[in-house]
Structure formats: C-alpha cells, structure tokens
C-alpha cells in the first residue's frame, strides 16, 4: 500500500493570491462605476524581451533547425559560453569561476531543490516576512513542524524584519545551520548593507552554518557602497551560495533562465558541496534550452547591457515615485532603492487586508498584502515598481488628491 | 553545524558514460589507422527540429519581443493550449483531460521528482536493467540501502529482464509499493505487451501499489497492437501515473518539454495524487518557456504530424536494419521494433565491457556496455538507430563482413 509523504499535509493551502483575485473580482462585480484598475500588486514583467537579447534568441532557434549546428543535450549545469559571461561580467571583482556557476530554469526551483543536500535535523532560518518558495521546500521535506496559532511552522527560526532593525535583522544568539537571506528582500524591498551581511558571514563561520542568498533582485541594487553580491564580503566564498536570475533583470520570467553559485571553498563533512550540487543535478535536471542560454548570453553584450540597464533604470524610477509620493502622502513607506518593490504601513489600527480592501474600494489600486509573505508582514502591504508610469501616476494621485493618512 | 544528507554517499560515482569516453580516446590515441568511429552508443539526436516546429518556436519568440504579446510567468502546469493538444491527439481513445497533464522541462526531471510526494517507507520496483535517474533519486531520498557487493542496491525489488520473459517481468507475490517501468524499456528496446501491462495493472490494484510509467520512447511503438500508453489498460488510470517527453519524438533534447498525467482518478489515503503533484510543482517550478510550449504545441498540426512521424519512422527503419544485421550475423538481438534500441547479446563468454573493446577495437563501433544500465544488464550491449544510414551501413558492414559471432 502506498504511503503518502504526510508532510505535505502541513502545508497551508495555497489561496493568498487566488483570494486576491476572489476580492478583485468582488469588487468588479460589484463597482457601478467599473473603472480600470491600478494594478501595482503585479511581480511579473509586462516589457517585452530586449531587442538585442530577442536577436540572439530567435538566431540559435534557428540554429536548431539546421543540421550543422543543431544541438541536443547540452550540460546539466548550463553552457560554458554563458557561465564564462556570468563570472566575468556579475563576479568580476569576487573571483568567482565558470564552474562554480550553475545554470537553471528558476532561482526558485533551485532554491526549493537546494536543501535536498541537507539532513533533515538541520535548523532553518528565514526572514519574516520574505519570499515563501524556501519555506514550503522544508515543510514537505520534513524539517518542520506543524503550522502553529500564531502563524508560523514549528521548528523553523523566524528573523523578524521590522522597522527597528531597518528591515535587516541580525544574527541571533542561538545556533542556526541553513539560513535563508532574500536581498534584496521581497516583499520589503530592502537590501542588506555592507556591514549587516559581515555580521551574517561571520556568524556562519562562528556556527558552521551555510548562508543561502536569495538574489533574485541584485541587479537592482544600485545604492552607494550597497553589496550587489555576497561574494563582496571577504570570506564569503566558504559559507555561502547565492541564487540568482534572469527573470527580472532580462525580462524572462516567461522564458525561464537562472543560475545558481556554488564555490569550490565550500566543504561540509569533509566533502565538496558543489560537487553534491553537480551530482543532484546531472540526477535530476537535463539543462535549459540552448536558445535560452543564448539569449541569456546577450544579455552581457554591450547592447544588451544598455537595454537592460535602462530597464532597470526605469523600474526603480517608478519604484521611488511610489515611494515619493506614498511618504508625502503622510504614509510610512521603506524600500524602493535597491529594489523593485515598496513597503508600505497600513495607518494604525488597519491589518494588510484591511489596507488592501480600502485601496482596492476607494482608490481602485491593486496591491499585495503583506501577510501573505509571512506573520512579520502583517500591517504591510507591498507595491511594485514593475509597471508603467501611467499606472504610477495613476494611482499615486489617487491616493496624494484624497487623503492623508496620518 | 549543518549535517550533509548522508544517503548521497551511499551513490555509486556517476562514472559509466566518462568510462566510455576514456576508452575511447584511449583507442583513439593508440590506433594507427585512426580511421573514423561508427558511433552506435548515442541516445541523443542528430536531425534538427522539423520545420513546423521550429516556425512556431520562432514566431513565439517574436512575440515576446513585442509589449502587446510579451508573455511573463505562465501556469506552472503548462499552458492549456498545450495541454488540450495533447490529450486530444495522444489520449484520445482514453479520457485523459488536460487538467490530469502537467507540462514540464524532462521526464527525468519528473520521475526523480515525482518520488518527493511518498513516504520514505515505501517498497520500490524498477526494471532491470533500466534507466537508472529512478533508483539514483530514491537513494538521495533515502529510501534505499546501500550499493552491495552484488551489484544492486540494498532495500530495491529488481525486476529481471530476461530473455525467458521476453524482457517483460510479470508481478511478483511479494507486495511493493512504487513500481517503476519504463515501457519501452530503455536499454532493452522491448515495449511491454497488453497483457503483460493488464496484469501489473491488476497487481496494483490488489496490492494498492502506484505504476510510474516512463513513456519516453512511447512514440516508438508502432507494433499491432501494442499498447502506446499504459491508460489503454482498462482500470489504469486508478494506478498509474505517466511520463512523457517530446525530446525523442519531436528532436527537444535541446530544447527541454516534457509531460506527466496525474489521473484525477488516483486517490490514496482519501487524497488527490493530481492535487498533491500540483502543489509540488507550484512550490517548485515555474513552468517551461512559452517559445517552446509552441513549438510542442506544433507537433500536433498536420504538417508537425507529418514531419515528426517520418522521423520516427526513419529511426526505426534504421533501428531494424541493425537488429536484422546483427542476427544475420549470428548474433542474438532483441527489441528494436518498438523503441529506437537494439539490445544485443554478448557472445558466449564475454561480459559487457569485453564486447564493447572488441566493437571498437575490432570494428570501430562504439556502443554502451548493457552493465551501466543494472546488473541485468551484464552480458549485453545496446545499440541506438538514432543515427543516420551511412553510419548503420559502415558499423553493420564491418560485423557482418568479418565474422561470424556463433
């Protein structure tokens, strides 16, 4: 008889953004006035791919459809044409090499595949509130508890991210073994500073833990002296692996390329993590499409690197807008430097949802509730930068015209 | 202090196809004709995608390039279009819907997955020999003992392909839990028979066991009435679950699409198989690249039909005309008619190796050792006809001209 591995039964369901959707759809059902909404609750794209990455794209398509230079399984941990760019272009000054750096179809897939390496009597950490993809890998896998009262899982560690600590906590006194950073952070938008990241690196070597970097935000970091990389921190290269990709800086959430450093540095019981890495890989994981890598590739093209930039530019542009205009507003808002996204108070006394509905009813502005990124979130509620400056402005002045908020 | 997963280490070293390679640069190196290589070893392909295929991945990639058609994330489980195609053009005469096919980057990567959603008590089945991804991602897990002396895991039931059951094992009285088959097998090139599968369907069903089918070369089965999936079998979709790959069929090992049918059907402990596969791959996956779900999706046209079709066909007429050489030969040779395969038989005396260093020392044929694929793989070899004339003519040549093998 087949037993089910009863571990996925502690996960909470997954309704946080189909409720969103549920009340979206109320409130249209309902609205006499039916106007367009201010969608600023999205964390996908809505640019369409850069030219000179759409060229290099559509060119190795074509490729595949010659005999010559048609080209079958490629290696498990990506082609090296795109790894040599990555460690040159991304690591230039951290000597991270070509393979140490292994591609993939999402920073979340390995993210959630990454802690397959690990016992399951490992004590986990993550940010509160953060980005829920780690979270749910270790419930299934079994190194938490049940899903208690006060919103959280047994037996996993939750740094809280509060205004206090700048959105950047600090390593706690108790011991920790794999300990999840998402900087930048979503949903708060706020990167770790130099210093902060020091603090985490050494207490990962005090400990002989493993500090596991979700970057997928880094090539927003624009601030002065701000790490981009974790591998800015000396002795970074032997507790650390950082997990980043192309989604939001390329444009390619819908064509699927990331990548993922393991350094040669780091060995656990005597053994080499990127080789366990490398092995579960060539088990599991056949490389993504060569097409992909190519367009990938152009991305470090100086064409591709002004596109993209540009992009860049332009999101956190319409990021520090909301931020502007949120905060002049009379509103508490944090983030919106270094990435795409602001963090913004609900007014005293208001909860996420609560915040959520009364944007959604009054100003017609789409937003994320806070709390559906962890109990720390509650009271929040997030805003992204991923949209044009008429939706910006839009919103902004819906909310700037009609009320303060104080 | 975080603690590696120690049932990594119970791995064998990932050597086999490296092994080859050094045997052949070894020849390489010392022959004096150095005269050109007949590789027969290849399970990739040569002929690059069909042009309907490539004109949809093209055009699809041309849409993302422009805002109005840009596509960002899409449905972790696949885009509909696709998935209705597949269920009306592969499962038409057995009631799967789209909403039971999930969409994914490799039928490796789903079947070293799929094991996450069971217990690590569960009694597992494979052929042998087989694809070995399957037995390597229950070790990881731990559901394994170790690698013994004989040549097989401890804790794994092997399922012995032999040439008195026609390399199709029928269910033994010992109850099991997961049973892996691959159907065809791949190295063997043997598809299972109706009645062969009717009985493992019924096995399942009393022993409240799960059928994992690896339909990869399914496209391959061409015989009268050979079942080309396991759902044929009246009652299968209460048992068993089905993957499958466009890699072989459609040219994608480059290009990465693949397919798993969860069926609605499947309930165990009072819950959805399909529902508890879903939440998996929401967690950890993202979906496969909107070009390439396109590119599948053209498989399906007439002109798809056509082209892809003529290719399996050629692949095949190329697969018998190795079966029929070696045999004429005097050489004993199996499966071949239903997968891309020939499973040819060692002369008497020889082990697996033996008879690979006398194909290429003696006649410049490469091929793969039967031993790398499972202990009961010893004493064979496996010859692949996704390669083109030229190639089989040289290799079946140089066999049959030189020696009689009796």
């Known amino acids: 008889m087949v037993k089910l591995n009863s571990h996925f039964f502690k996960l909470r369901g997954g309704y946080f953004f189909a409720e969103i959707e549920r009340r979206i759809a109320l409130f249209q059902g309902q609205s006499s006035s039916r106007g367009s909404l201010f969608n600023l609750g999205i964390g996908d794209l809505v640019e369409p791919l850069p030219p000179s990455l759409l060229t290099a794209l559509v060119g190795a398509c074509e490729e595949m459809g010659r005999r010559e230079s048609f080209r079958g399984y490629g290696p498990a941990e990506g082609y090296l044409f795109l790894r ?3 460690a040159a272009h991304e690591y230039a000054n951290c000597s991270v090499s070509p393979d140490e750096i292994f591609i993939s179809d ?3 897939s390995d993210m959630a595949h990454f802690q397959e390496l690990f016992d399951g009597t490992n004590r986990i950490a993550v940010l509160d509130p953060t980005y829920p993809a780690y979270v749910d890998a270790n419930v299934m896998a079994g190194r938490t508890g049940n899903w208690g009262k006060e919103g959280k899982y047994e037996g996993i560690t939750y740094l809280a991210c509060t205004e206090e600590n700048q959105f950047q906590p600090t390593p706690p006194s108790c011991p920790l073994d794999l300990i999840y950073l998402c900087c930048p952070n979503n949903p708060t938008g706020v990167s770790f500073e130099r210093a902060k990241l020091e603090a ?3 207490y990962a070597k005090r400990h002989g833990a493993l500090l596991l970097i ?5 090539s927003f970091v624009t601030g002065d002296g701000m790490p981009r990389t974790i591998y800015e921190i000396p002795g970074a290269k032997e507790v650390a692996v950082e997990f980043r990709t192309f989604s939001k800086s390329a444009g390619f959430t819908g064509l699927r390329c990331s990548y993922t450093v393991v350094p040669k540095e780091i060995f656990l019981e005597g053994r080499s993590l990127r ?6 890989q060539e088990t599991k994981f056949n490389g993504v499409a060569y097409p992909i890598q190519r367009a990938a590739e152009a991305l470090f093209s100086p064409a ?25 507003s009379g509103l508490s808002a944090f983030g919106g430097f270094d990435a795409p996204y602001v963090w ?5 006394g208001m909860g996420s949802w609560d915040f959520f509905d009364f944007l959604l009813q009054k100003h017609q502005i789409i937003s994320v509730p806070g709390s559906g990124f962890g109990k720390g979130g509650e009271g929040f509620i997030r805003f992204s930068g991923f949209v044009g400056p008429a939706t910006i402005e839009g919103a902004m002045s819906k909310i700037n015209a009609t009320a303060c908020y104080r």
Chains 1, 2 share one sequence.
Not at 275 to 280: Q, S
């Open 106 to 108: 999402g920073a979340q």
């Open 214 to 218: 979700d970057g997928a935000y880094s």
């Open 84 to 86: 040599e760019k990555i």
């Open 200 to 202: 985490w690196v050494e």
């Open 304 to 328: 591709g690197k002004q596109e993209t930039g540009a992009r860049i530019a332009s999101y956190l542009q319409g990021t520090r807008c909301i931020r502007e205009r949120l905060l002049s």
């Open 344 to 348: 913004c108070k609900a007014p005293e």
């Open 275 to 280: 080789e366990l890495w490398k092995r579960r």
